[in-house]
């Protein structure tokens, strides 16, 4: 079993600041597992997840007013 990753890992793989991966994690952007109220990422889903190409908010990257 692989290591969960925590946001400030995921933020150094991805290149976005910590804050940023919270809110794609909330938003449904980012693959997530919920450990109570902590959010961890699983390494296998987020290499998927970058393999796929991501997944952007509907208009792409910016979010619709």
Not at 31 to 36: D, E, K
Not at 37 to 63: N, T, V
């Amino acid at each position: 079993m692989n290591r969960l990753l925590t946001a400030q890992e995921v933020s150094k793989i991805l290149g976005f600041k910590e804050h940023a991966i919270y809110r794609m994690a909330r938003e449904g952007i980012l693959p997530v597992v919920h450990i109570g109220r902590s959010i961890r990422f699983d390494p296998e889903k987020l290499r998927a997840w970058i393999d796929g190409g991501g997944k952007a908010l509907p208009g792409g990257w910016r979010r619709e007013a």
